[in-house]
């Protein structure tokens, strides 16, 4: 089985404590070689300042790829682009393009008067506004405010229309969810690649309120294997099978490329990532 190509999702730190556990992360993981490394916008975009610091920061010494998240919630449409040209000021082109969650409390998304109003009309404006190579979000499982899947995959296509190179997935817990999602953008006729998120469970509560959040249909037999290994005291081990199973059972299906949502806590991801056969890469300046 060869192994993937890999990419990892950061969080941007809120406190001097989570900046060290940012960098701890990044250290563990850039040894095997990612081919890009994410940073997300909070909900409403509350942290699309510390999103641009931990951006800049990563790009300058990580010596990592680095693809900035950017959404359409409360800003301009001026506003947004302004944060896109920054970026590329840093030398940053890659950017993760999504519509963004709404600030909480709110009842749902609403765009700002004079910003972008979807997903799509922001992936028009970079590709107006400059070079970018654009990224966007997809959804096996159905996302919440869709009418179905058949809509997600129509909505996909208008995002890839619009000037999009890739997408990555929501995460999910089987398979045979992305098989499917898979099969129904081809015969729509997506032919971009189509990348699979997946989320190494730190914590199963955790986990199991953000699928319930973001519409990830949760297997009874996942509920029962952590709800059993927490009992005994088995979670990482449990966590580990799982999501290398899962990886595994994509890569022999034929997906190449994973995409780790970290949680900025590299330990499962780097285990699931060795099993896979992804291993540090040599630093050949530094090898005598």
Sequence with gaps: MPAPAISFEFFPPQTLAASFRLWDTVQALA?????????????????????????????????????????CVDATREETLQIARDFAAAGVTDIVALRGDPPKGSSGFVPH??????????IAGLREAGDFNIRVGAYPDTHPEAADSG???????????????????????????????????????????????????????????????????????????????????????????????????LIDGGVDALHFYTLNRP????????????????DLKNVA
């Design 31 to 71: 040894p095997l070689g990612p081919r890009f490394v994410s940073v997300t916008y909070g909900a409403g975009g509350t942290t699309r300042d510390l999103t641009r610091e931990a951006v800049a920061t990563l790009h300058k010494s990580s010596g990592l790829p680095v693809a900035a998240h950017l959404t």
């Design 113 to 122: 008067p004079d910003g972008f109003a979807s997903s799509v009309d922001l």
């Design 151 to 249: 809509a997600d995959v129509a909505y996909l296509k208008r995002k890839f229309d619009a000037g999009a190179s890739e997408a990555l997935t929501q995460f999910f817990f089987e398979a045979e969810t992305f098989f499917r999602f898979r099969d129904a953008c081809e015969k729509a006729g997506i032919d971009k690649p189509i990348i699979p998120g997946i989320l190494p469970i730190e914590n199963w509560k955790g986990a199991a309120r953000f699928a319930r959040n973001c519409g990830t249909r949760i297997p009874d037999w996942v509920t029962d294997a952590f709800e059993k290994a927490e009992r005994d005291g088995r979670e990482d081990l449990l966590a580990t099978a799982i999501c290398t199973e899962l990886c595994s059972e």
């Design 267 to 282: 330990e499962l991801t780097r285990d699931v990532c060795h099993a896979l056969g992804v291993t540090p890469k040599a």
